[in-house]
């Protein structure tokens, strides 16, 4: 089985720009999690998506959205980019919602200038 | 206050010494989880626990509920073990994840 994928691997974006980012879940898995780390704040929770429903949300503002696809695969915009948006974005998928340990992607680096 | 709190940040040791992270919460969970990242960012999920003992070859881990309290455990560590390892816990009440600021292991050969 492959694993989860994510694209772009690397961006560089500048302030006030959005930016889209890709996660393709394991074949089979339906529930889909993002994640933020930045050396400051390390690994935080955005959102989570199980068959084409957000079903739960981190703290962070409403400029970080996302979307989930009959397919499963998932995608997070981030819109009005800001310095501190520069951080390592992570996906995970699980087969369900909870209850099992999630398969994590190799992340995209987003660079803010 | 942070809802995920690990020990320690940093811990270097020698090849073959046994290895023990703590995990102290402080919110009711539904799962535990530790996770490994190596340097370049992949994250590997190691266990998932909601009670009780788990074991996967030299990796040991064991939560208390009542203590609200996890270890992970490695036994005759190896220089491969070098990464930063990661508590996150799913919060019962709103099913969202918190994380430990995580503990880097550095095993010298």
């Known amino acids: 089985k492959a694993g989860v994928t994510q694209t772009p691997r690397y961006l560089i974006k500048t302030r006030g720009q959005q930016v889209t980012l890709s996660c393709s879940p394991i074949?089979?898995?339906?529930?889909v999690s993002w994640y933020q780390q930045t050396p400051g704040q390390g690994l935080q929770f955005l959102f989570e998506?199980?068959?084409?429903?957000?079903?739960n949300k981190g703290n962070f503002p409403g400029r970080f959205s996302g979307r989930q696809f009959s397919n499963s695969r998932s995608e997070m915009n981030v819109s009005t980019l800001e310095l501190g948006d520069s951080a390592l974005y992570l996906c995970?998928?699980?087969?369900?919602?909870?209850?099992?340990?999630?398969?994590f992607g190799p992340g995209t680096r987003l660079t803010v200038l | 206050k942070n809802e995920v709190e690990q020990s320690p940040q940093n811990l270097t040791a020698q090849e073959g010494e046994f290895i023990t992270i703590n995990c102290s919460y402080s919110?009711?969970?539904?799962?535990l989880h530790w996770l490994q990242q190596h340097p370049g960012g992949g994250i590997v999920s190691l266990f998932m626990?909601?009670?009780g003992k788990k074991k996967h070859g030299r990796l040991i881990a064991t939560i208390n509920i009542q203590e609200k309290h996890s270890s992970l455990h490695i036994t005759a560590s190896h220089p491969r073990d070098s990464a930063v390892y990661i508590c996150?816990?799913?919060?019962?009440?709103?099913?969202?994840?918190?994380f430990g600021s995580g503990t880097k292991l550095n095993v010298k050969p």
């Open positions: 074949s089979g898995h339906r529930s």
């Open positions: 626990l909601s009670s």
């Open positions: 919110v009711g969970i539904s799962a």
């Open positions: 995970a998928s699980s087969f369900r919602l909870t209850g099992k340990s999630p398969f």
């Open positions: 996150a816990v799913r919060w019962r009440n709103f099913n969202k994840f918190y």
């Open positions: 998506y199980f068959s084409e429903t957000q079903r």
